[in-house]
């Protein structure tokens, strides 16, 4: 089955940096482009992060464009989101997943989430 495993998140202050970090396993990690998406209390999960399967091609959220980092090592399995100038408005659950593009948008793949991980900044 399609095992993912983020860790990395915590407390922070605003203005501060995160290094998130997913461990995925039940698929062919290289065959998948990657994402990170989050949910806040109240809001829908919405994308925050795409890689593609080499990581050769990079998107973001606007929100986050700028400030966050998506990368993967396809020898671990592991794709990380490095978080800088963290904001209130970051604050929530986030969740990798193997993901495809389909009208525009980032989708996962199987469906298949995570625990995640929480990020709160504080203001």
């Known amino acids: 089955q399609v095992d993912l495993v983020e860790s990395g998140g915590g407390l922070v202050q605003a203005g501060g940096s995160l290094r998130l970090s997913c461990a995925a396993s039940g698929f062919t990690f290289s065959d998948y482009a990657m994402s990170w998406f989050r949910q806040a209390p109240e809001k829908e999960r919405e994308f925050v992060a795409g890689i593609s399967w080499r990581g050769g091609d990079t998107a973001y959220a606007d929100s986050v464009k700028g400030r966050f980092t998506i990368s993967r090592d396809n020898a671990k399995n592991m794709v990380y989101l490095q978080m800088n100038s963290l904001k209130p408005r970051d604050t929530a659950v986030y969740y990798c997943?193997?993901?495809?593009?389909?009208?525009?948008?980032?989708?996962?793949?199987?469906?298949?989430w995570g625990q995640g991980t929480q990020v709160t900044v504080s203001s």
């Open positions: 997943a193997p993901s495809f593009q389909s009208s525009g948008t980032w989708r996962n793949s199987f469906g298949t």
